[in-house]
């Protein structure tokens, strides 16, 4: 009867503590839009004070855009006020173990490296109440690769948001073959009370954005390479004629040339491998890695720029 009792309890318990790790781009986003639009108890944490306060910086830059438009009639200073009772209410920590002292949520946020991720999950596991959900924000690597440091499988998932994260309104769910239907409704109910779309996928490569758009970049790279068209007029040509908000190179200087880089060699070494992504979708380009030797990684990269320059 205990048993029932509990996994019931489970079932019915609202999400409400959410602790983020990872204090970049995606990381800061998404805990700012648990704490702004679902009014979550967020917790962000990171290996450095550093880390911290630049993701701090991130969250209140983007929350000033946000109030100057959403608070147009209101004064500089209740503007700020706002921004700053947002910035105020995320809790920050260099500590892990005290991240997850009674987190109802842990979202991963810290670099694409499986053996990082995996090191993370593992002591979170034996630290975070036994019935928190685990979910990772990875966009390429498998979740039931990085689930495998953790006892809880069935508390594990992905929630993939996509960047700027405060603009972009999906959500990708993923679940594993262990994936319970309490971890994956409780993933969907984060991410609507966030003010975002979910989508489902299995824990299949990129899941649908990134099996979709790491290939259609590669493949204007490859374009432009083989000397037929210009960046400019691909960009231009994929905004007018096909209606997408940026062209793919606008789009490969704001994902980060060493992410893509990154990605696809990932792919190359492991999903190319298992015949799960074709060899010629992912194939390595000399613009790009030339580009990513010479320090060149897109937007990040301001004046340097990437396909692009960012003075
Ligand atoms: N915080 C808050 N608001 C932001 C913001 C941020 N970080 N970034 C943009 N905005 C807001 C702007 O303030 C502006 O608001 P209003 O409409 O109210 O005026 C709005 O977004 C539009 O911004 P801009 O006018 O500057 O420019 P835009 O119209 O070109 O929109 C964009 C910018 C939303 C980024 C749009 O170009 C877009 O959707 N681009 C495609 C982005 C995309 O595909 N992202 C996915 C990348 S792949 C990924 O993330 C997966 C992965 O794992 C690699």
């Given amino acids: 009867a205990a048993r029932a009792f509990s996994t019931s309890m489970v079932a019915d318990k609202e999400v409400k503590n959410v602790t983020v790790f990872g204090a970049g781009l995606m990381g800061a986003g998404i805990a700012q839009v648990l704490a702004h639009k679902g009014k979550f108890n967020v917790t962000l944490s990171d290996v450095t004070d550093k880390a911290l306060s630049n993701g701090q910086s991130i969250i209140s830059k983007s929350l000033t855009r946000i109030a ?21 209410s995320i809790k920050v920590t260099t500590d892990p173990e005290a991240a997850v002292q009674d987190t109802d949520l842990v979202i991963e946020a810290i670099i694409e490296n499986v053996g990082i991720k995996k090191d993370l999950f593992g002591f979170l596991d034996g630290k975070a109440p036994k019935d928190a959900i685990f979910a990772s924000n990875t966009s390429s690597l498998s979740i039931t690769d990085v689930a495998d440091a953790v006892e809880r499988k069935d508390r594990f998932g992905g929630f993939h948001a996509f960047n700027p994260v405060p603009q972009m309104k999906l959500v990708e769910v993923i679940r594993t073959t262990k994936t319970s239907d309490e971890t994956y409704e409780a993933l969907m109910d984060v991410a609507k009370r966030m003010g975002k779309v979910p989508v489902t ?11 979709l758009l790491v290939p259609y970049m590669f493949e204007a790279i490859r374009l432009v390479e083989r000397g037929e068209a210009s960046i400019k007029d691909v960009d231009t040509a994929m905004k007018l004629g096909a209606g997408y908000p940026m062209g793919p190179f606008e789009l490969a200087d704001l994902v980060g040339l060493d992410t893509l880089s990154h990605i696809a060699k990932g792919w190359r070494d492991t999903r190319v491998k298992t015949g799960e992504i074709h060899a010629e979708a992912v194939k390595e380009s000399k613009l790009l890695e030339d580009l990513v030797a010479q320090g060149k990684l897109g937007k990040k990269s301001g004046e340097k720029g990437g396909f692009y320059e960012y003075p």
């Fill in 68 to 88: 100057k438009k959403a608070m147009a009639d209101s004064s500089a200073e209740e503007q700020a006020t706002f921004v700053q009772g947002i910035v105020d």
């Fill in 201 to 211: 996928c299995v824990d299949a490569p990129g899941f649908i954005v990134n099996r």
